[in-house]
């Protein structure tokens, strides 16, 4: 399984973006999809989750400001933020996740945002 996050980059504060993240060689549509992200010298943090059926969870650092949404045509889960602020800037990486909330592949490249002016 391959997992291709794109979509970031340089964003000022007050911003906004979106994530893509890209499975390969799984059956996207039965996992259970989340987005991390992770800073130097950090723990990866967990984000957001999104169920099979399209359910979606927050934690209290996005909560608000993200929308997770996955298209299982395209094999594709994506991460709408806004209000973006220099705390935001990390390294943002997706992941399925088992049942029991584990992720279930290896990690991508992830893609870098940077938020600054």
């Known amino acids: 399984v391959q997992l291709v996050e794109s979509g970031g980059g340089l964003v000022q504060p007050g911003g906004s973006l979106r994530l893509s993240c890209v499975a390969s060689g799984t059956d996207f549509s039965k996992d259970a999809m989340a987005w991390y992200r992770q800073v130097p010298g950090q723990r990866r943090e967990l984000l957001a989750v999104i169920s099979r059926s399209g359910t979606d969870n927050y934690l209290n650092a996005v909560k608000g400001r993200a929308t997770i949404s996955r298209d299982n045509a395209k094999n594709t889960v994506y991460l709408e933020m806004n209000s973006l602020n220099p705390e935001d800037t990390a390294v943002y990486y997706c992941?399925?996740?088992?049942?029991?909330?584990?992720?279930?592949?290896?990690w991508g490249q992830g893609t870098q945002v940077t938020v600054s002016s």
């Open positions: 992941n399925a996740l088992s049942t029991s909330g584990l992720t279930l592949y290896a």
